[in-house]
């Protein structure tokens, strides 16, 4: 995929807020210093994982958290978004960590925007109890009376789609669940532990808050009535019943139905006011009606059971994860939320957007990258209020149930040696982050 060559890319808004992003369980490693998480359980199973790995080392960030913020100053972003492991804080000692990592962050000048879930469960709490939520938002309670002097931005929950989906609908994630529609009370109660999480973090005194959503446009297969059906399922189950709640306090038609206890009374707590609104972008889905077999989500083999399938997107590069280059889906995402949600729409900041390819010289990362900072900066012309730009990720790591074999950092990382190497890639957005600062 080439860049637009000869053109810069345009500058942004001024104060435009540029970082990278990880998670606690991809990178941190030093497992033996935490309680076991559901992901601890799940890849202790054998086959859960591709290549039969855990997370017990992964880039041993926990040890290395210096050398990796120096790579951050050196890469020269605004921000660092990281997540604070729930089972970490639970044991003794846990928080220290995030009071030297957000320390080290401070004094070299990066912002600190930690999530406060982002998939690694403890390992005896449930997403399918209430109880939960109400448990999330007294561990938010923790960390923000030790972080809160210091952070100034907050990110609730990481993708509560597909941790409901993959983890608890398909069984391919932690905690290996395989309810298909019986899983829609995981999505609930991780919606109401973001409301009570807000609500949390404002009685901390925090400000700056948001959610981080992974959305793409659903393209529908045909015009046939059938697929434009389908599709439109897939997307209030993919897109609106994630979004739906926490801009609008409402369910899409139907959806709140199917949801446990006082849904109404819930929807109050859900739709606490953000900040702001963060979206992780990928790619477009291709989705029709069922056809025998329902294709795959993110790689993953889909039930045929399912009222929709996923259908190639043909005719465009792919990473080496499969998924289809499509930057011009971002373009068409954030106008469609404007024209969607309108002035009830938050500020949005794209919080993960990125890419799986092998090697240090890597030119197709560089050219993703190129084409989605330029059909971002297109979506900002177009009057969307977009404030901020994180790629996934500062590293590469623990990619779940991939294991090691998928790459998206800007750093290669060696698991023999942990030894990090910074890609083509980081020298480029180092060089573009130059051309934003003022003159």
Known sequence: ???????????????????????????????EKREPSVWDVFTAAPGRVKDGSTAAVACDHYHRYRE?????AGLGVDAYRFSVSWPRVNSPGGLDFYDRLVDELCAAGVRPVPTLFHWDLPADRDWLDRDTAARFADHVTVVADRLGDRVGTW????????????????????????????????????????GLAVR?????????????????????????????????????????????PVVLGAYPEGMG?????DVESDLKVITEPV?????????????????????????????????????????RPVTDFGWPVVPEGLTELLTGFR?????????????????????VDDQDRIAYLDAHVRALHRAIEAGVD?????????????????????????VHVDFETLERTPKASYHWFRDLLRTQRPA
């Open 1 to 31: 995929m080439a860049t637009d060559a000869g053109t810069a890319i345009p500058r942004f808004p001024p104060g435009f807020l540029w970082g990278v992003s990880t998670s606690a369980h991809q990178i941190e490693g030093a497992a």
């Open 257 to 261: 139905d199917l949801m446990p206890g």
């Open 339 to 359: 024209d969607r949600y309108g002035d009830r729409l938050p500020p949005v900041v794209i919080t993960e957007n990125g890419c799986s390819y092998d090697g």
């Open 68 to 72: 990796d913020v120096a790579l951050l």
């Open 386 to 410: 977009v404030r901020g730009y994180f790629v996934w990720s500062l590293m590469d790591n623990f990619e779940w149930a991939e294991g090691y074999a998928r790459r998206f950092g800007l």
């Open 275 to 315: 900040d702001w609104y963060g979206v992780n972008y990928y790619a477009p889905t291709r989705v029709g009606a069922p056809q025998g077999t329902a294709g795959e989500f993110g790689g993953v083999p889909l039930p045929a059971e399912l009222p929709f399938s996923v259908r190639e997107i043909e005719g």
């Open 200 to 244: 949390a973090l404002r009685a901390a005194g925090a400000d700056g808050i948001g959610i981080a959503n992974s959305h793409g446009p659903t393209w529908p297969a045909s015009r046939d009535q059938a697929d434009l059906e389908a599709a439109g399922f897939y997307d209030v189950l993919l897109n609106r019943l994630f979004a739906d």
């Open 155 to 194: 990110i609730t929950l990481n993708e509560p789609a597909e941790h409901t989906l993959l983890g608890h609908a398909l069984g391919t994630h932690a905690p290996g669940r395989r309810l298909l529609f019986d899983a829609l009370p995981v999505a609930h109660h991780q919606l109401l532990a973001h």
